[in-house]
């Protein structure tokens, strides 16, 4: 095995020679034939032909309380019904991300649609059948439902990458005596991630063996939140994800399914498939929380921030640590040297809170970028030349060096291509009949992650390269640019390097999340591919930096050798890894962007179209163009939906999510995204990894909501503090010598 740890930037590189031409270039998916012809097999499409049983979950009916009794008779009677899973060990939600295992139910009713049995059946028809005759008696208590109710009972809490409190110098003084104060309350809903594919299990037991085949992002933690919920060890579970639709965080724990299905399989003595319907996905997996954010900056009459704070507040279940990390961008975007960045955690009896795609920048940046705009105003400023003027030299709460930073250039590039300079100067100026129209941007900020990641990289005498990694590929491109690097080192044809994923007998990956999936399993691949170089070299008796690899040939000292002729019929196999080291506490890392939108607002009804939309980022080497912009497109569409229309809404008097389904739960569809715009600049980041890239999956949606409202606000005067945006909000919000010019 070959380990590299990152202490030191990292020079130049094989895949800056780029031999074969192919790294950072927009190559189409490896798996894209499979996926668009049906054949790439999801989890639930396993097994086929084989006898197996269906399972499907019985919810909770109330939002908190005891359970008295689960009586199972009527069902274990009815036709075709194999087995009925139930007690006290059923999870009652997904796990958190890396946790030890999910939360198990104990006799209590944590929260609404919360999982109390599952009913197994030779169809799911008779499953679905069997499970509405399950009978459930409660002893109801009364539940918190409502943040803004528990927000005065908000507690310091811990997650591994933020702070309940980041402070630094006396923010409260500085802010007493800063020239031009500012002070606003925003409040964001409740999101939920509404992957495409829901969370859905096959398992099946061979003696004490356990196969499971999920929806799951992270399979090293994964698998042992199974096994822990099956209550077996861990080397008895093999866990498989080659082909996920979609997770955004939703996936990083296991689903109840898992577990479930595994717990059915045992008990009806054959395989068991279990699929969560879109309305359990909802009420019994995990979702973004609700918050509460105030922001108060003070600044001087010039525009230079003195005093900044940013304070949170949000939900989740009884026993879940997590917060949402609203104000993970505000502790390094902008200058001010009295700083407090706060979150402070309430609990509620509703699904769990988790990680959503950019988790804390996605509803933070809402909020902050908002605030930016409105003291911008305040100041007399244009957006950006506010923003510009508060542009930190150094990460502003410890004076760590940044290893590159390119947010200015990203402002500078977007506010030339978008045409920033014809921005109308004051709101309800601009018409097009009888739409409003209207100028906004926003920065993007996430901050970069290198996580532990192997991989091994075969090399077979037919001068074939295999890449095996548990990495996964929830959609976005983790396939494709692993072959990709594999190419670009070894000197190989994109048709002569074969990828193999998702699965926990593979070397172990960092997964997919956090931003992290590609830098941290790609450096595992370049890792690997270094030693099989050395291996090479060695063998022509030549230095590795004299080394060419080309189209399958070794090139050195005027020789040009076939691979087949130095492997002589035996193939190399090397487990490269790669760790992150002191780089990582040296530098501040982090990817940047800006987002400029111009919007039409209706006059007479309040709608909002968004018109045009670019997204500039600099998140460094970009390892494939195609897939790197689809994924800004996703975060854009996504940031879309959080201004506008995306709410996932609490029955406040019983728990209840009201509207858990994609017919009520409304994400942006296709008439509602206008053609979208990205531009990637060039960038390398020596410290971050040694590809010299870093996250842009996350970076895509940071932002975006904040640049929409701004430009609805410019085009109507509309300014609306609790999102989404939606048109009641905007005509209330509308001054009136605008609506009455309408």
Same mark, same amino acid.
């Given at each position: ?12 590189? !094989?895949?800056?020679?780029? /031999? ?8 189409? !998916? ?12 999801? $989890? ?10 269906? %399972? ?38 997904? &796990? ?92 964001? +809903? ?28 992270? *399979? ?12 077996? +060890? =861990?080397?008895?579970?093999? *866990? ?27 008990? &009806? ?19 973004? #929380? ?39 961008? #505000? ?16 609990? /509620? ?37 506010? !923003? ?5 030299? =150094?990460?502003?709460? @410890? ?32 018409? @097009? ?23 091994? =990289? ?34 190989? +044809? ?26 941290? &399993? ?20 030549? @230095? ?9 040939? $070794? ?6 050798? +076939? ?17 992150? %080291? ?32 670019? /997204? ?33 809404? /609490?029955?406040?008097?019983?728990? *209840? ?50 640049? =929409?409202?701004? $430009? ?6 509309? !300014? ?11 005509? &209330? ?10």
């Amino acid at each position: 095995m070959n380990t590299h740890v990152m202490d030191k930037a990292i020079g130049e590189t !094989r895949l800056d020679r780029e /031999t074969q031409g192919v790294i950072g270039k927009p190559v189409d !998916r490896y798996e894209g034939p499979l996926k668009v012809s049906g054949t790439a097999p999801y $989890a639930y499409e396993q097994l086929k032909g084989e006898e197996v049983g269906y %399972g499907f979950v019985v919810t909770a009916g109330i939002g908190k309380g005891k359970i008295v009794s689960v009586d199972t008779l009527a069902a274990i009677s009815a036709p075709g019904v194999l087995a009925v899973v139930e007690g006290d060990k059923v999870v009652r939600a997904s &796990a958190q991300p890396m946790s030890a295992g999910a939360q198990t139910i104990d006799g209590q009713v944590f929260h609404y649609g919360q999982p109390v049995a599952m009913v197994v059946a030779k169809s799911f028809e008779q499953a679905r059948h069997a499970a509405k005759l399950v009978t459930i008696e409660y002893d109801a208590a009364e539940g918190r439902y409502d943040l803004a109710k528990e927000q005065h009972k908000g507690v310091p809490s811990m997650r591994g990458d933020m702070s309940s409190d980041t402070t630094r110098g006396n923010f409260d003084k500085a802010y007493e005596k800063a020239e031009v104060k500012f002070d606003q309350t925003y409040t964001t +809903p409740s999101h939920h991630s509404a992957a495409m594919e829901p969370q859905a299990t096959v398992a099946k037991w061979e003696g004490d063996q356990l196969t499971v085949w999920s929806s799951c992002q992270l *399979l090293e933690t994964n698998v042992q939140q199974i096994a822990k919920g099956v209550g077996v +060890p =861990v080397k008895n579970v093999r *866990l498989l994800s080659p082909y996920i639709g979609g997770g955004f965080g939703n996936k990083l724990g296991i689903g109840p399914d898992a577990v479930l299905a595994a717990l059915g399989a045992k008990a &009806a003595g054959r395989p068991v498939k279990l699929a969560l319907t879109r309305q359990t996905v909802f009420q019994a997996t995990s979702r973004r #929380s609700e918050t509460i954010q105030r922001i108060r900056l003070g600044a001087t009459k010039d525009g230079h921030i003195t005093a900044f704070a940013h304070e949170t507040w949000a939900a989740n279940s009884p026993g879940n640590g997590f917060f949402e990390p609203a104000g993970i961008s #505000s502790v390094f975007l902008y200058a001010g040297k009295d700083r407090k960045i706060t979150h402070r955690l309430c609990e /509620t009896d509703v699904l769990m809170t988790s990680a959503v795609r950019a988790p804390g920048e996605a509803v933070g940046m809402l909020a902050l970028e908002n605030a930016m705009d409105e003291m911008a105003e305040q100041l007399g400023l244009d957006p950006v030349e506010f !923003r510009k003027r508060n542009e930190p030299e =150094v990460a502003p709460q @410890d004076d760590t060096p940044f290893s590159s930073r390119m947010l200015v250039d990203c402002y500078d590039e977007g506010a030339k291509l978008f045409g920033w300079d014809k921005r109308p100067v004051k709101p309800g100026t601009v018409r @097009d009949g009888e739409w409003l129209i209207g100028y906004g941007m926003a920065s993007a900020s996430r901050a970069n992650s290198l996580m532990k990641s192997s991989a091994e =990289v075969e090399l077979s005498p037919d001068g074939r390269a295999t890449v095996r990694t548990a990495m996964t590929d929830i959609g976005t491109g983790t396939y494709t640019i692993l072959q990709q690097i594999a190419a670009e080192m070894l000197g190989l +044809p994109l048709d002569r390097v074969d990828v193999v994923l998702g699965d926990t007998s593979l070397p172990p990956s960092a997964g997919s999340g956090g931003s992290w999936g590609a830098n941290s &399993a790609g450096s595992s691949v370049y890792v690997a591919c270094e030693e099989l170089i050395g291996t090479l070299a060695k063998r022509l008796g030549v @230095d590795a930096d004299g080394l060419t690899l080309k189209d399958g040939f $070794a090139i050195a000292g005027n020789r040009q050798i +076939p691979y087949s002729e130095i492997l002589a019929g035996e193939s190399l196999s090397v487990v490269g890894t790669i760790e992150p %080291g002191k780089t990582s506490d040296k530098t501040h890392q982090a990817s940047y962007g800006a987002h400029f939108c111009e919007v039409g607002v209706n006059s007479v009804t309040g709608e909002t179209r968004v018109r045009r939309l670019l /997204t500039v980022a600099a998140a460094g080497r970009i390892l494939n163009e195609k897939t790197a912009k689809s994924q800004c497109y996703g975060g854009q569409i996504w940031g879309i939906g959080s201004a506008l229309t995306e709410e996932l809404v /609490t029955d406040k008097r019983t728990g *209840l999510l009201v509207n858990h389904d994609l017919a009520e739960y409304h994400v942006p569809v296709n008439l509602d995204i206008p053609q979208l715009e990205v531009v990637l600049l060039e960038e390398r980041d020596p410290h971050a990894s040694p590809l010299a890239g870093k996250g842009i999956g996350e970076l895509a949606l940071a932002g975006v909501g904040a640049a =929409v409202t701004n $430009a609805i606000y410019n085009a109507c005067g509309a !300014r609306v503090r609790s999102y989404p945006m939606t048109l009641d909000k905007v005509l &209330a919000g509308m001054p009136d010598e605008i609506a009455d010019a309408a």
